[in-house]
Structure formats: structure tokens, C-alpha cells
């Protein structure tokens, strides 16, 4: 094309273009045998976000220090979102050639995943400021890491104090999250835009919240004050308002802040479980300031009129209509009409349930399959036997049955099944659509009608959620549809989703060929296989990664195997058998981490570029120098195919 044509290319395409030069295989399972142009590489560093997502560490790994530190300032600057397996291996790699002091340009996310001994003491105040920006929920697999960055948090603010102050609270943000109720009752008012961040809140915090609010010394001021625009800047956190609360706000307030939800709702920026929750705390109020609330099968006629479509497009619907009237002013002509705006509204369970009876009034023999596609919300309900009278012909059927979070074990198997029946195929396209967790509960004859050709089509899918036994199935089902990659970097790509199902001869086939697995991964392994291994065997399959037992100690997978292991090896681990103090930032000015396992098997981090040193183990010659230029198009420009 010329310099001056490949100059107008966007950095995306001029990569995409380069990998396909390089590879000698269509579907990415052959490699190129050149080396790779250090004038190209740089493309790494410029890839567009859609590439950068596609992130992969094993031919990372290969990349000089300068090009890593761009890859990782790109992926800052385009707001790449990783996953935590791409981060925790991101992570290492940095340490690895010594990038961690240059965080504050790099992603608040990876800055969670870093090794909290190497942060400065200086840089306390500005590192945790950044990585309280991310989003904690990405160490569900790191315990100790979450824990530890925490106490380290805390730590910046020097000696204890009783409170948080509103500078306290900035320096915290999302890790505000993690604090207890009292601390939250202690902190200063403006905590609410901490808690904002929280993706849930548990039952005691929910406590302080309300404590908090109730105190009147928030932005909102007394309940008696509160005014739809301070509600509406609480955003979901307003979901948590308890009904005492609700009972305390005057009632305009209240009936404009609770059509607005409706709203909010309907437009998809509101999660059902949300929008259920505030539903029912504002109506138990509402019922509670009723000084004789008519109970249940009392037989009571419909005083508020007959439910009709208008009725049903109004978002004061549910505080008008309660389960009860819903039951007697509902007619079945209406429902038939009109189910899908009903079931716009965010129901409680007593009022799904009425929707659930009438409809099996009006439909004794199974619900057409039409209207099934509307009854997402209330899938949950129906058992094995009443979906059974269904008739699912559609694949677009069990999208909308299945895609949701509704639906459980019993009604995924039975709803395929009915699909199945009707000469239904388990296709790439639905498997991506209804998400990798449905696969926890297909039975194992589903799983096995899936072609290997829609599996490998389907791509990664995360069934990290799975009952041991299903992880198991989805295992032999990937090993025949990935076993035919041509090398072990490619096969290792394909299969690492699935390994948590894996024999004890798969990890040891792993444990030669030097990948490196990913924390996030190790997790996920079955317990009883990982307990056939030996420390070696661990330590090789981790690779550059073996620092991070100490971050996902107390996982149960990780702890389990500790707990089997001697005393003397633990120490060579850098472990004890008691769960250790979690770590805090550095006390130094060096960033040199107290401890560093099993450092043998690191490569230096003095940051030299073209640093060729082995990441771990003793793998076969082949595979211990892999070249960029050849794991590059087997890994990016496979999962650029699939």
C-alpha cells in the first residue's frame, strides 16, 4: 500500500492488517516464522479499544519494557475494560519491569491488582486515590488483596481517628465500600457519594444508611425536607430508603420520586433487583400509614375501578393498584391485551404471583408462545411440569426466557428443553446470547448436543458460577471442540475458561508447557484435582504469577491447598498457615517489596529492554523462548477470528 496509504490507516486496522501478513493460517492456528519489526510492535501501544479488549499476556510478556509501558498507558487512555484474569497477569508483568511508579498513568483497575509492598510511602496519598476510582468487585477472587488494599487505604490516613473527614472521603472513594456500619454512621454526610459506588450494600450498611439519613445532616437534609431533586441525585442508592423513612417524606415528594423510578426503570438505567427493592419499601410505608389495611381472600370487591389499558401506562400504577386490587380489578381481556405494559412495572413477588394465577386462567392449556416472551420477570415461578405445556419453536423464545438473571436451574433445562423438542439447535449465536452461566444448568445431554463447531464459535464464555459437576462436562465438550489446536499457546487460550473442570493430566500437560495461568483461573480450579499437584507442579503452572497465592489465600480453592501443605513448604512460599495481617504500602522511599517468593523464577526488574529471561519453570526449549512474532497471530488474531 505504500507509507503514505498505511499512514491513513487507523492503528487497529494497520495491526489487524500486519498480524494477517504474519500468520500462515486463516483460523490463526499456524504461526510465522519471521521476527517481529520493532517498528510495528509499537502498533500494541495505539491499537484501537476493540483490539486492546482482546488483551493477551502470553505474547505480552515478550514485549520490551518501553512497548509494555505504552501498551499500558493506551489502555488508561482508551479506557480498555479488562477483565480481572487480563489485570492480575497485567499486573505482574508490570512489576516484572518496574512500571508500577509510573500508576498514575495507568488504569485505576490494574492499580487494585499491584503488589501493595512496592508502592512508595510517598506516593501513598496519590496511588490510592487512583485505584479507589476502580471497581473493587474485580477481586472477588483475591480476597486478601481487597482486604489489603483496604488497611492500606486506612493506613495513608495516618493514626486512627474516630471519623472519616470529607478529605478522608476523596482519598477513599470506592473503598468506602468495604467499611463497616459504624464507620459509615461516623463518617462525614457527604459518605453518600462514596456509597453511590457500592454495587450493593449489605444489611448493616443499609442500617447506617439509614441512620445516616435519618439524622438530617446529609446534602438532603431532614426526611420532612427531602425534594425530588435531591432523591433523584442519590441515584440507585435511594433504592435503600427503608419505609420508616419513606413514612417521614411528605407524600407529593414521595409520588413524583416513585413515578420517576418507574421511569427509570422502564428505560433500562434501573436493574429489576433495584427497582424491586425500593418498590416494596415505599409501599409497605404507604400501607403502614393505612390504618386498616383490608388483608388477603377477604373477599373485598375492586373500589378503585376496573384496571384498563390507560390505567396500566400510568408509572402510580402500583401505588393505586395494590396486590390485592390487582387480583380484583384485573380482568383477563385486559391482561391479554395489555401484558407487556403490566409486566413493566416493577412488580413485588405477591402481585407476580396474581399476574402468574390470571394467566393461567386465560391460558389452561400453556401460554402462547408469543406472550412467553413477555414474561421474563416471572419465569422464576413456573415449575418444570407448568413449562412443559409450553410451545417454544423460536430461538428468539428462550432469548428472552433466558437472557435475564430470572430464570434458575430447573427453567433453563426445561425451557432448552421444549425448544429441543421442536428440532431446536443449541446455537453459537444463542449460547453468546443467553451467557456463559446457563450453561450451570443444562443438563449434560443439552451440553452434549452442542456442536463443537457453535462452541468454538460461541468464543470465551465465563462459567466460572458452575456446580463442579457441570464445570466437568463443559471441560470434555471444550476438549472436543478446542483439541485440535495446533500448539499449546493457542489450545491454552481456547481452553482456559473451561479448565476448572480439568483431570489432574490436563494441569500437568499445563504445568510443561509454561503458561503462566492466570490467579483468576488457578481459582476456579477443582479443589480435589488441585490437591493431586505438588508445589512444584503449582508454582511452574502459575509462573510469573506465583506472588499472587498471597493475594487469593484465603479463597477457599487456594486455602484448601494450603492447608494440605507442611510448614517448611509454606515458608518456601512466602506463607504461613495462619491467615497473615494484610499487607500494607511500603515503608519506604525504595518500593522494594519486603518479600519477593520465589524470586529464582521471576525475571529481573530492572526494566532493560529485551530482557529474554524465562518467566518460570523448566519448559521445553520450544516453548521457553517463544517469540512475539509467533504467539502474537496465534492469540490475537484467534480471538480476533472467533
Not at 423464545?397 to 425451557?415: F, G, I, K, M, P
Request: aromatic residues 6%.
Amino acid at each position: 500500500m505504500g507509507p503514505r496509504a498505511g499512514a491513513q490507516m487507523s492503528p487497529g486496522l494497520a495491526l489487524l492488517m500486519w498480524l494477517t501478513a504474519h500468520c500462515s493460517c486463516p483460523q490463526a492456528q499456524g504461526f510465522s516464522q519471521g521476527g517481529l519489526d520493532a517498528s510495528r510492535a509499537d502498533l500494541w501501544a495505539s491499537a484501537d479499544t476493540s483490539l486492546l479488549h482482546d488483551f493477551w499476556c502470553q505474547p505480552a510478556s515478550q514485549l520490551p519494557r518501553d512497548q509494555l509501558s505504552a501498551l499500558i498507558r493506551g489502555m488508561a487512555t482508551q479506557q480498555v475494560p479488562l477483565r480481572a484474569w487480563q489485570l492480575s497477569c497485567l499486573a505482574n508483568l508490570a512489576a516484572r519491569h518496574g512500571l508500577q511508579d509510573d500508576f498514575e498513568l495507568h488504569p485505576p483497575n490494574l492499580l487494585l491488582f499491584y503488589n501493595l509492598t512496592q508502592v512508595r510511602e510517598a506516593d501513598c496519598w496519590a496511588f490510592t486515590r487512583r485505584a479507589a476510582q476502580g471497581d473493587v468487585e474485580l477481586l472477588a477472587n483475591l480476597p486478601d488483596q481487597r482486604v489489603a488494599l483496604r488497611h492500606a487505604a486506612l493506613a495513608c490516613l495516618g493514626a486512627p481517628h474516630p471519623w472519616l473527614s470529607a478529605s478522608d472521603l476523596l482519598l477513599l472513594g470506592v473503598l468506602v465500600c468495604d467499611m463497616d456500619a459504624s464507620c459509615i454512621e461516623a463518617a462525614d454526610p457527604r459518605v453518600l457519594e462514596n456509597l453511590q459506588r457500592c454495587r450493593r450494600l449489605t444489611a448493616t450498611q443499609q442500617a447506617a444508611l439509614t441512620t445516616l439519613l435519618a439524622g438530617g445532616k446529609t446534602v438532603l437534609g431532614p426526611p420532612g425536607s427531602w425534594n425530588l431533586e435531591g432523591l433523584r441525585a442519590l441515584g440507585s442508592l435511594a433504592t435503600y430508603i427503608s419505609s420508616s423513612l419513606w413514612m417521614q417524606v411528605q407524600e407529593a415528594v414521595g409520588l413524583a420520586f416513585f413515578s420517576s423510578t418507574v421511569a427509570t426503570y422502564q428505560a433500562g438505567r434501573l436493574s429489576q433487583r433495584d427497582a424491586r427493592r425500593f418498590v416494596t419499601g415505599f409501599l409497605e410505608a404507604k400501607a403502614a400509614s393505612v390504618s386498616s389495611r383490608p388483608k388477603r381472600g377477604t373477599g373485598r370487591p375492586c373500589i378503585h375501578g376496573d384496571i384498563t389499558a390507560a390505567t396500566l401506562h400510568d408509572n402510580l400504577f402500583l401505588v393505586r393498584y395494590d396486590c390485592v386490587q390487582l387480583e380484583s380489578c384485573l380482568g383477563s381481556h385486559v391482561l391479554k391485551a395489555n401484558l407487556d405494559p403490566l409486566l413493566q412495572h416493577p412488580l413485588p413477588v405477591e402481585c407476580q404471583r396474581v399476574v402468574k394465577a390470571k394467566l393461567a386462567q386465560v391460558y389452561p392449556h400453556g401460554i402462547p408462545e408469543d406472550q412467553l416472551r413477555l414474561i421474563t420477570s416471572l419465569v422464576y415461578l413456573y415449575s418444570h411440569s407448568e413449562i412443559g405445556q409450553w410451545n417454544i419453536t423460536s430461538r428468539d423464545t428462550v432469548v428472552a426466557l433466558l437472557a435475564s438473571d430470572v430464570a434458575l436451574e430447573n427453567q433453563t433445562e426445561a425451557v432448552l428443553q421444549k425448544y429441543l423438542d421442536h428440532n431446536g439447535t443449541i446455537t453459537s449465536t444463542l449460547l453468546m446470547a443467553i451467557g456463559g452461566s446457563r450453561l450451570c444448568w443444562m443438563s449434560a445431554r443439552q451440553v452434549q448436543a452442542i456442536r463443537p463447531t457453535e462452541f468454538r464459535q460461541a468464543g470465551a464464555l465465563d462459567i466460572s458460577s458452575c456446580p463442579q459437576s457441570r464445570k466437568d462436562a463443559l471441560y470434555t465438550k471444550a476438549r472436543e471442540a478446542f483439541g485440535s489446536a495446533r500448539n499449546t499457546a493457542n489450545y491454552y487460550r481456547l481452553m482456559r475458561p473451561y479448565l476448572g473442570g480439568a483431570p489432574v493430566e490436563e494441569l500437568r500437560y499445563l504445568v510443561q508447557a509454561n503458561v503462566s495461568m492466570d490467579i483468576d483461573t488457578f481459582t476456579n480450579l477443582n479443589p480435589r484435582v488441585l490437591q493431586s499437584l505438588s508445589v512444584g507442579n503449582v508454582t511452574t503452572l502459575l509462573g510469573q504469577n506465583v506472588g499472587d497465592l498471597q493475594k487469593a489465600r484465603s479463597h477457599p480453592t487456594i486455602s484448601s491447598w494450603l492447608r494440605s501443605l507442611n510448614t517448611s513448604v509454606l515458608g518456601e512460599l512466602g506463607l504461613d498457615r495462619d491467615t497473615a495481617g494484610p499487607t500494607s504500602l511500603a515503608r519506604s522511599t525504595t518500593g522494594a517489596p519486603n518479600t519477593t517468593p520465589w524470586a529464582p523464577h521471576l525475571a529481573p526488574t530492572s526494566g532493560q529492554p529485551g530482557n529474554k529471561a524465562p518467566t518460570s519453570g523448566s519448559p521445553p526449549a520450544h516453548l521457553r523462548y517463544l517469540p512475539l512474532a509467533v504467539a502474537l497471530p496465534s492469540s490475537l488474531l484467534g480471538l480476533l477470528y472467533w
